[in-house]
Nanobody, 125 residues
Framework: QLQAFGGGLVQAGGSLRLSCAPSGRPFALYGVGWFRQAPGKEREFVAAIKWRDATKYYVDSVKGRFTISRDAAKETVYLQMNNLKPEDTAVYYC????????????????????WGQGTLVTVSS
Protein backbone atom coordinates (compact mmCIF):
# COMPACT_ATOMS: atom_id res chain seq x y z
CA GLN A 1 0.00 0.00 0.00
CA LEU A 2 0.89 3.63 -0.41
CA GLN A 3 0.69 5.71 2.71
CA ALA A 4 0.01 9.44 2.64
CA PHE A 5 1.14 11.69 5.43
CA GLY A 6 1.94 15.30 6.17
CA GLY A 7 -1.53 16.77 6.51
CA GLY A 8 -2.60 19.22 9.17
CA LEU A 9 -4.40 22.42 9.98
CA VAL A 10 -3.27 25.54 8.17
CA GLN A 11 -4.65 29.00 7.59
CA ALA A 12 -5.73 30.13 4.15
CA GLY A 13 -2.68 31.18 2.16
CA GLY A 14 -0.45 28.75 4.00
CA SER A 15 1.49 25.75 2.75
CA LEU A 16 1.81 22.04 3.42
CA ARG A 17 3.85 19.28 1.86
CA LEU A 18 2.32 15.82 1.64
CA SER A 19 4.37 12.69 1.17
CA CYS A 20 3.40 9.31 -0.27
CA ALA A 21 5.50 6.19 0.16
CA PRO A 22 4.96 2.43 0.10
CA SER A 23 4.26 0.94 3.51
CA GLY A 24 5.76 -2.40 2.60
CA ARG A 25 7.83 -3.77 -0.21
CA PRO A 26 8.02 -1.35 -3.15
CA PHE A 27 6.34 -2.39 -6.37
CA ALA A 28 6.57 -1.45 -10.00
CA LEU A 29 4.16 1.21 -11.12
CA TYR A 30 3.32 3.46 -14.04
CA GLY A 31 2.67 6.45 -11.84
CA VAL A 32 1.17 7.82 -8.67
CA GLY A 33 -1.89 9.97 -8.32
CA TRP A 34 -3.02 12.28 -5.54
CA PHE A 35 -6.75 12.44 -4.92
CA ARG A 36 -8.84 14.15 -2.30
CA GLN A 37 -12.22 13.56 -0.79
CA ALA A 38 -14.21 16.17 1.08
CA PRO A 39 -17.13 15.19 3.34
CA GLY A 40 -20.13 14.18 1.29
CA LYS A 41 -18.25 14.36 -1.99
CA GLU A 42 -16.68 11.87 -4.32
CA ARG A 43 -12.96 11.30 -4.50
CA GLU A 44 -11.50 13.70 -7.02
CA PHE A 45 -8.26 13.87 -8.94
CA VAL A 46 -5.69 16.44 -7.81
CA ALA A 47 -2.39 15.60 -9.47
CA ALA A 48 -0.43 12.70 -10.89
CA ILE A 49 3.10 11.91 -11.96
CA LYS A 50 4.54 9.25 -14.22
CA TRP A 51 7.24 7.32 -12.46
CA ARG A 52 9.53 6.82 -15.47
CA ASP A 53 9.85 10.37 -16.77
CA ALA A 54 8.10 12.48 -14.09
CA THR A 55 5.47 13.86 -16.48
CA LYS A 56 3.02 15.76 -14.33
CA TYR A 57 -0.72 16.33 -14.46
CA TYR A 58 -2.92 18.69 -12.43
CA VAL A 59 -6.56 19.50 -12.02
CA ASP A 60 -7.20 23.09 -13.11
CA SER A 61 -8.15 24.24 -9.61
CA VAL A 62 -4.66 23.59 -8.22
CA LYS A 63 -2.49 24.62 -11.16
CA GLY A 64 0.02 27.24 -10.10
CA ARG A 65 -0.47 26.38 -6.41
CA PHE A 66 0.36 22.68 -6.09
CA THR A 67 3.47 20.88 -7.31
CA ILE A 68 3.84 17.13 -7.55
CA SER A 69 7.29 15.57 -7.59
CA ARG A 70 8.96 12.28 -6.94
CA ASP A 71 12.22 11.09 -5.43
CA ALA A 72 13.02 7.80 -7.11
CA ALA A 73 15.79 6.94 -4.66
CA LYS A 74 13.41 7.32 -1.72
CA GLU A 75 10.46 5.85 -3.66
CA THR A 76 8.43 8.79 -2.44
CA VAL A 77 6.04 11.18 -4.16
CA TYR A 78 5.43 14.65 -2.79
CA LEU A 79 2.65 17.15 -3.14
CA GLN A 80 3.72 20.66 -2.29
CA MET A 81 0.63 22.75 -1.65
CA ASN A 82 0.97 26.52 -1.55
CA ASN A 83 -1.59 29.29 -1.22
CA LEU A 84 -4.06 26.86 0.29
CA LYS A 85 -7.74 27.72 0.22
CA PRO A 86 -10.62 26.56 2.44
CA GLU A 87 -11.99 24.60 -0.53
CA ASP A 88 -8.82 22.49 -0.47
CA THR A 89 -9.97 20.98 2.82
CA ALA A 90 -10.27 17.22 2.37
CA VAL A 91 -8.68 13.89 3.13
CA TYR A 92 -5.85 13.43 0.64
CA TYR A 93 -4.98 9.98 -0.67
CA CYS A 94 -2.31 8.66 -2.98
CA UNK A 95 -2.86 5.70 -5.24
CA UNK A 96 -0.75 3.62 -7.58
CA UNK A 97 -1.37 3.10 -11.26
CA UNK A 98 0.31 -0.26 -11.74
CA UNK A 99 -1.14 -1.43 -15.03
CA UNK A 100 -1.25 1.41 -17.55
CA UNK A 101 1.29 0.84 -20.30
CA UNK A 102 1.36 4.20 -22.08
CA UNK A 103 -0.27 7.56 -22.66
CA UNK A 104 -1.63 10.07 -20.23
CA UNK A 105 -2.27 9.20 -16.64
CA UNK A 106 -5.90 8.78 -15.75
CA UNK A 107 -8.07 11.15 -13.73
CA UNK A 108 -10.30 8.22 -12.77
CA UNK A 109 -9.64 6.92 -9.25
CA UNK A 110 -10.82 3.48 -10.39
CA UNK A 111 -7.58 3.08 -12.34
CA UNK A 112 -5.54 3.35 -9.16
CA UNK A 113 -5.15 0.98 -6.28
CA UNK A 114 -2.94 0.36 -3.27
CA TRP A 115 -4.72 3.15 -1.43
CA GLY A 116 -3.69 3.54 2.16
CA GLN A 117 -5.09 5.72 4.84
CA GLY A 118 -5.29 9.28 3.70
CA THR A 119 -4.11 12.38 5.47
CA LEU A 120 -6.44 15.16 6.51
CA VAL A 121 -5.80 18.68 5.29
CA THR A 122 -7.86 21.40 6.92
CA VAL A 123 -7.62 24.98 5.69
CA SER A 124 -9.20 27.60 7.88
CA SER A 125 -10.41 30.92 6.52
Amino acid sequence: QLQAFGGGLVQAGGSLRLSCAPSGRPFALYGVGWFRQAPGKEREFVAAIKWRDATKYYVDSVKGRFTISRDAAKETVYLQMNNLKPEDTAVYYCGADRFTRGGRMSLNPGVYDSWGQGTLVTVSS
